[in-house]
């Protein structure tokens, strides 16, 4: 008799499971809001963000240059800077008032001057200057501009040490100029570029958020479609914690394992961003990165009572998550308040462990550490969750009860009525 009695409620806890995944999926596809979070921003989102950092790096900046010294010097310094791939001479201006304003207008990003004793300090033996003045509101202008003014300043002090030293041979100028060879080879990021080192990490981020938006919106119009603003309805198919949590994270799951597929496979095979991850190591760190992003999408959801509320609590904080991660920003700087804190998040592990095997070639092994903390996390907010729809099942329990309640008390007082109308 218990064995049946434990079959039985087995089996009815199953139908119960597959009951609110089906509800759960319906009304994901018939909610506009929620198909827009879970479907249409996954899909678009990734190719929009890749999109516009295709080229990688920044070609062809343009620059004003002022040239005050007027020599033979200068004009090769700076035809040379011109003839660079990074850097285009656009303007040729008096003085820096007037390349000032270019950059107020945006017209050029940054301006290089040469002094009027650029040409006779190098013709004494003496040092000569260049001046690079950069917009600094994007990094990527200001790197190619000062990196192309270094390359072309290092060129010529190398031609000019050739005459100072004045070897017998062509290897002892070699060796004047180059004592040291230092050969430069990328390792990770090929392409030296802000595509592979950064969109990776932000593809992830997407799926995470994105995740939380359609969860906390969903838990939103739950709300509010409830008489009583209860996140779980009055049925008797919620009857149990477990049914109730792993019936609505079935139906998130299936929902970002496509979705989690596209964007880790597809998006960087369109763009041809670097990746070295198997499908066996792939899916064995999405598998407990999609759940904890699941169980804590879940677990915020309690705090979201209506549907805007969730797009206020989940929007702004992605660009914290993504300095928080160490990608774009270096880890050792994060304070170690921060630190703590971007641990309660699934992305700062996810994206570590996707960058470490996708760009680096790494296996699961050289990311046990982020492995298991999304194992962790994903059993952490899996109870957490539990403890949330336990606290809100005895609410809607309460409210049944009191429901009852009522109904009991209008049918005893309709009988009293219609007592007292047949004794007159």
């Known amino acids: 008799m218990r064995e049946e009695r434990l079959i039985s409620r087995i089996v009815e806890g199953l139908k119960d499971m597959c009951y609110i995944w089906a509800k759960e999926m319906r009304s994901t596809i018939t909610d506009e809001g929620v198909l827009i979070f879970f479907i249409l921003v996954p899909l678009l989102y990734p190719l929009l963000y ?19 010294s007027y020599s033979q010097l200068s004009r090769e310094y700076l035809r040379q800077v011109d003839a660079s791939p990074d850097v285009n001479v656009l303007y040729h201006c008096n003085n820096l008032d007037e390349a000032r304003q270019l950059i107020g207008k945006q017209v050029v990003k940054g ?92 593809l992830l981020l997407i799926l995470q958020q994105t995740l939380l938006l359609g969860i906390g919106l969903s838990a939103g119009t739950a709300r509010e479609s409830n008489r009583y603003r209860d996140l779980v309805p009055i049925g008797r198919h919620y009857n149990g914690i477990f049914r109730i949590v792993l019936g609505k994270a079935m139906c998130y799951f299936m929902i970002g394992a496509v979705m989690g597929a596209y964007i880790t496979c597809i998006v960087p095979k369109l763009f041809g961003y670097t990746t070295m991850v198997t499908p066996f190591q792939l899916l064995a760190l999405m598998v407990p990165f999609i759940l904890s992003s699941i169980f804590f999408g879940m677990t915020v959801s309690c705090m979201v009572r209506y549907r805007e509320n969730v797009i206020l609590l989940v929007v702004f904080m992605s660009l914290p998550l993504l300095f928080v991660t160490g990608i774009s920003w270096p880890e050792s700087n994060i304070p170690g308040l921060w630190r703590g804190v971007s641990w309660l998040f699934p992305s700062t592990f996810g994206v570590k462990g996707f960058l470490k095997m996708s760009s680096m070639g790494g296996s699961l092994g050289d990311i046990g550490l982020e492995y298991q903390a999304l194992w962790v996390l994903s059993l952490i907010y899996f109870f957490i969750t539990c403890l949330v729809y336990r606290f809100q099942l005895k609410q809607t329990r309460m409210h049944a009860i009191e429901q009852i309640e009522k109904i009991q008390g209008i049918i005893r007082k309709t009988k009293k009525i219609k007592q007292e109308n047949t004794a007159l």
């Not at 290092?154 to 002892?172: C, E, F, L, M, V």
Request: net charge negative; with cysteine.
């Open 50 to 68: 890749s999109w516009i950092y295709t080229n990688e790096v920044v070609r062809e900046v343009p620059v004003a240059v002022v040239d005050m």
């Open 111 to 202: 301006v290089i001057y040469l002094p009027s004793d650029f040409s006779n300090n190098i013709g004494r033996g003496e040092q000569s200057t260049v001046e690079v003045y950069c917009d600094m509101s994007l990094m990527l202008t200001y790197k190619a501009i000062f990196q192309t003014s270094q390359a072309v300043a290092t060129k010529i002090n190398s031609r000019i040490q050739i005459q100072h030293a004045g070897g017998p041979t062509a290897r002892d100028d070699e060796l004047t100029i180059h004592p040291l060879e230092v050969d430069e080879v990328p390792i990770f990021n090929s392409t030296v570029g802000y595509g592979n080192s950064i969109i990776p990490a932000v």
